[in-house]
């Protein structure tokens, strides 16, 4: 025996096995004690809910099947207009943050105009909630009448696109800063211009270094694109309002969460297991 685990003629010693076992049966208890505890919470929360005096009013007011089943469709159909209104907000934010990002961590005079105008947009628009910032845009601007009638979903994009551009832009600027600037001299001495060194040295590793940063805003404007709503524009969280109003029950707004929750949840767990991926890496190259 070499090692302890591996006999000389390749067979696994019965110590390992013995390891293998014993991981074996604590994962097993470890997932039966889990699974233990999820039930009892259930149980209680059940309890909870079905003696509380005004359980069977809630039950209908918001879990009510029949009402669920028959706003699905309209609010289905309004959630497809946010899907369009994420999908133009994550392609101007993509250009437009990385675009302000490059320009506040240049260091040139020229532009010393442009890095403040960046400096001051990501800190106003940084501070401004999101609901204020779909009224001034979403009201502010058809009131110019510079560009005549504009449609309130194109309105919502714009606001949403401003305002997480300006958290983007603060993310990718620290993944800009967080690549050695030895990259940055390497690929100037070699010979390579400031842009072309941006695009193909400093950009991507900055890029590798905040996806999980970037994965969760992105997570986080699906579920904002949801407010285009105030404006009136008729997305999913609309429908239900309108439905609502209808039939004054509120399983139309259940109905909205869950369709946003499934929209999210495939990028959630996407989030969840890149950082799980990224943190090992990290703990596989620190150890010794």
């Known amino acids: 025996m070499r090692t302890g685990t591996i006999h000389d003629d390749g067979r696994t010693s019965q110590i390992e096995l013995d390891r293998r076992a014993f991981r074996r049966s604590q994962t097993v208890k470890s997932t039966l004690i889990s699974c233990g505890s999820l039930i009892a919470l259930a149980v209680i929360i059940y309890l909870i809910l079905s003696h509380s005096e005004g359980w069977e009013k809630v039950r209908y007011m918001y879990f009510s099947p029949e009402h669920l089943i028959a706003a699905l469709p309209s609010v289905a159909?309004?959630?497809l207009m946010n899907i369009k209104v994420l999908i133009a907000?994550?392609?101007i934010v993509s250009l437009f943050s990385t675009l302000i990002a490059l320009v506040r961590t240049t260091r040139s005079a020229v532009l010393f105009p442009l890095r403040l105008l960046a400096n001051i947009y990501t800190d106003v628009f940084r501070g401004i909630p999101m609901i204020i910032a779909l009224y001034l845009i979403g009201f502010g601007i058809p009131s110019l009448g510079i560009f005549g009638r504009i449609p309130t979903e194109l309105l919502g994009t714009v606001a949403i696109s401003m305002v997480y551009s300006a958290y983007v832009a603060e993310v990718i600027r620290a993944g800009i800063e967080a690549v050695h600037p030895s990259q940055r001299m390497a690929a100037?001495?070699?010979g390579l211009s400031h842009t072309r060194t941006m695009r193909t040295i400093?950009?991507?590793q900055a890029i590798r270094k905040v996806i999980p940063a970037?994965?969760?805003d992105f997570v986080a404007m699906q579920k904002d694109c949801g407010l285009v709503s105030v404006l009136g524009a008729v997305d999913a969280v609309r429908s239900a309002q309108i439905y609502t109003a209808i039939h004054f029950n509120y399983a139309s707004y259940v109905c909205a969460g869950v369709l946003f929750i499934i929209m999210s949840f495939p990028f959630i767990l996407l989030t969840d297991r890149y950082s799980k991926k990224v943190q090992q890496?990290?703990?596989l190259q620190g150890s010794v």
């Open 77 to 79: 159909k309004g959630l």
């Open 89 to 91: 907000s994550l392609i």
């Open 214 to 216: 970037l994965m969760n």
């Open 188 to 190: 100037r001495s070699l």
């Open 281 to 283: 890496r990290e703990q």
């Open 202 to 204: 400093i950009l991507p």
